[in-house]
T-cell receptor
Framework: DTEVTQTPKHLVMGMTNKKSLKCEQH?????MYWYKQKAKKPPELMFV???????INESVPSRFSPECPNSSLLNLHLHALQPEDSALYLC???????????FGPGTRLTVT | GIQVEQSPPDLILQEGANSTLRCNFS?????LQWFHQNPWGQLINLFY???GTKQNGRLSATTVATERYSLLYISSSQTTDSGVYFC?????????????FGKGTKLSVKP
């Protein structure tokens, strides 16, 4: 099963709201990733978790807070976002080390 | 950091035509992947190809690591091939898992 799932598919939130994005994989991968993709741009890496520990934070603002509660799940907690944070948020997973990354369908976030 | 350049940026084809997409990268890589992003945003894995040649149906890819480029061939294109094709690389010696994407090639296949 080469599937990564993400919920919700769409999310509209106000600048004072708190929400969470969820990602799940059952491929036995121990590396998981969050990417952000603005319209007509390529995806950009935000965070990498390896063996449930945060290994890369690409200087992401603290209003984005990742969490990896177990080897299958990855969350992204959102708080006090700005309209410019509106984007497609993609989750991916892979084997640790050299490995092909598999992406979920994404959550399309709109901040009003 | 490593630079990834894709060409052409836009490509319009008639159904049934063949095409070649190119990805140049500026440094040695551990990982190179080709993706197709459909209109709904899903990134679909096409090839994991840090070196060598692979084929999958109408698609094939070749990476010449020593010359720092990769090619994606699409034969007998179909309207469902439309979308954006991304090349993404992980730099040798760079942070593990840090895929750097090119800007993509937007392909439109007309019936």
């Amino acid at each position: 099963d080469t599937e990564v799932t993400q919920t919700p598919k769409h999310l509209v939130m106000g600048m004072t709201n708190k929400k969470s994005l969820k990602c799940e994989q059952h491929m036995g991968h121990r590396a998981m990733y969050w990417y952000k993709q603005k319209a007509k741009k390529p995806p950009e890496l935000m965070f990498v978790y390896s063996y449930e520990k945060l290994s890369i934070n690409e200087s992401v603002p603290s209003r984005f807070s990742p969490e990896c509660p177990n080897s299958s799940l990855l969350n992204l907690h959102l708080h006090a976002l700005q309209p410019e944070d509106s984007a497609l948020y993609l989750c991916a997973s892979s084997q640790v080390g050299l490995g092909e990354q598999y992406f979920g369908p994404g959550t399309r976030l709109t901040v009003t | 950091g490593i630079q990834v350049e894709q060409s052409p940026p836009d490509l319009i084809l008639q159904e049934g035509a063949n095409s070649t997409l190119r990805c140049n990268f500026s440094d040695s890589v551990n990982n190179l992947q080709w993706f197709h992003q459909n209109p709904w945003g899903q990134l679909i894995n096409l090839f994991y190809i840090p070196s060598g040649t692979k084929q999958n149906g109408r698609l094939s890819a070749t990476t010449v690591a020593t010359e720092r480029y990769s090619l994606l061939y699409i034969s007998s294109s179909q309207t469902t091939d439309s979308g954006v094709y991304f090349c993404a690389v992980e730099s040798y010696g760079g942070s593990q898992g840090n895929l750097i994407f090119g800007k993509g090639t937007k392909l439109s296949v007309k019936p």
